[in-house]
């Protein structure tokens, strides 16, 4: 990148910066005008959360996150974006915020229809190579990539014109993803009939099915795989096993039964699938690191002294 292009992205970095704060006072803020788009802004650095990635494009203006996914660490920042092609278990924590210069992001979920349709309709030049099939990765930033948010954003100050104008911009944003450094990625994962498609029919089986038995052959059978590849390209794409994936799903729901519906850990543990409290006690307390009562009421303490969620979708699916 020349002098000239590298002032260009610290410009338009800085307006989406200004953009979001204007937009974002603290925390989460989902736009009910744009479906799809949150805007965040954090002032310290947050403890790790455990929570779910949604199928998404994270930019972050100022500042950086780090995301844990199995043994896999991803860091993002103002010139790299987080992209996640399924719903994925993690560990989030804003690591640069501060007063004077505050994390400042955005999450865009993808419309898989749209992603799909757009590569049925179009001829896209090839992508970068790839050399990982997880379903999550940074890609670099780019000044297009840039400019199509900024002019999302833009929209916000003119609601009449959102419902015609924002899909043609998210459709671009989809567009610049597929020919980036990342669109194979997405692309495998659209492609009806691919390894990578099918292992995430089963994810979305999982995460409306969590709370079933699960056997590993039953769902590789499901989607028409035999379980030796099945469990090759779930754990390869999700750095997870099947059933570690369930029993991160489970004890998240669980954990959101305890904090927003004030359900007792026993009842949570039977909803989400657990026939043993104490074995429900057991994982959940090596999974957040204190028992359920310890730890559901850190985080109501922590909520009352402004200490919330940050952008990956912790404490929800």
């Known amino acids: 990148m020349d002098e000239t292009e590298n002032k260009r992205m610290e410009i338009a970095l800085e307006k989406l910066g200004v953009t979001i704060a204007r937009w974002a006072e603290q925390d989460e803020m989902p736009t009910d005008a744009i479906p ?26 100022q500042g950086a996150k ?87 954003l833009d929209l916000l100050e003119a609601p009449e014109d959102i419902p015609i104008l924002a899909p043609i911009i998210q459709r671009e944003i989809i567009y610049r993803l597929l020919v980036g450094d990342q669109g194979a990625r997405l692309r495998q994962i659209a492609s009806s009939g691919s390894q990578s498609n099918q292992i995430a029919q089963a994810i979305d089986w999982l995460k409306d099915n969590f709370a079933q038995p699960l056997r590993v052959g039953d769902l590789a059978a499901h989607v028409r795989m035999s379980t030796s590849t099945f469990h090759h390209h779930f754990r ?47 994982e959940y307390s090596r999974m957040f ?5 310890r730890n559901v009421a ?14 990956g979708g912790a404490l929800r699916s």
Not at 41 to 56: A, D, K, L, V
Not at 299 to 310: D, E, F, T, Y
């Open 289 to 293: 690191g204190a028992s359920p009562s």
């Open 66 to 152: 780090r995301v844990l996914l199995g043994e896999d660490t991803y860091v993002y920042d103002a010139h790299h974006y987080l992209i996640t092609a399924v719903h994925l278990p993690t560990v989030v924590q804003i690591i640069e915020a501060s007063r004077e210069r505050p994390y400042l992001g955005l999450r865009l979920k993808f419309d898989q229809h749209e992603l799909s349709k757009l590569m049925a309709d179009s001829h896209l030049p090839r992508p970068k190579t790839q050399q990982s099939s997880r379903g999550m990765a940074t890609g670099e930033v780019t000044l297009p990539l840039l400019n199509a948010l900024q002019r999302l």
């Open 236 to 282: 390869a794409m999700t750095a997870l096993s099947p059933l570690q994936f369930q029993k991160q799903l489970r004890l998240q729901e669980a954990r959101r039964l305890m904090l927003t519906e004030y359900v007792d850990a026993g009842t949570a543990a039977f909803q989400v699938g657990y026939e043993s409290p104490s074995q429900f006690s057991r």
């Open 36 to 61: 799809g788009l949150s805007l965040f802004r954090r002032e310290e650095p947050t403890e790790p959360i455990t929570g779910m990635y949604e199928p998404s494009l994270c930019v972050v203006a």
């Open 298 to 311: 850190s985080l109501r303490q922590s909520a009352i002294s402004g200490i919330g969620n940050s952008d």
